[in-house]
């Protein structure tokens, strides 16, 4: 599958995500609830992993795993501090998009940083980005 539609469906997924959070967040303590989505993921991982199972690597190096690792504290984080921002009152249009597009903007940033490749365009990007987001934060004061 072209790369482009994983990423546009990781970022449906990711949308999805931050609703799913926004209702939760009400109802559950955030800590219970972090733990609630990865135990979920581990399951679903487990379901669309086990058919494959035998035809696939599931590693080549140990510095895959130190990643990984320090991925799955990241998303304790988001999870955790999502059902935190959520759960006193943030609204998920201004949520939403400060979580969504700082990330973008500093995954971009450290990207440039590892060596791909710098253009105006995505420097004006970023700038869209980060400045929407920094209004969104400002008006929901």
């Known amino acids: ?7 546009v469906l990781a970022a449906v997924s990711f949308g999805l995500w931050t ?16 733990i609630i ?4 993921a581990v399951i679903v991982g487990l379901i669309v992993l086990l058919p494959r199972f035998k035809h696939i690597q599931l590693m ?3 510095k895959g795993i130190f990643f990984v690792a ?20 943030l609204p998920v249009s201004v949520g939403g998009p400060i979580i969504i ?7 971009s940033i450290i990207g440039f940083f590892m060596g ?16 929407g ?3 969104l934060a400002y008006l929901s004061k």
């Open 116 to 131: 791909e490749s710098v253009s105006l365009l995505k420097i004006i990007a970023l700038i869209l980005i980060i400045g």
């Open 133 to 135: 987001s920094g209004m």
């Open 60 to 62: 080549s190096d140990w």
């Open 70 to 89: 320090l991925a799955g504290i990241a998303a304790f984080f988001i999870d955790y501090l999502a059902l935190s921002a959520y759960g006193k009152g």
């Open 37 to 40: 989505v990865s135990f979920v």
């Open 19 to 34: 609703v799913f959070h926004k209702v939760a967040s009400p109802y559950i303590n955030q800590i219970f609830g972090a």
């Open 101 to 107: 597009g700082g990330s973008i903007a500093l995954a």
């Open 1 to 7: 599958m072209n790369p482009i539609y994983l990423a």
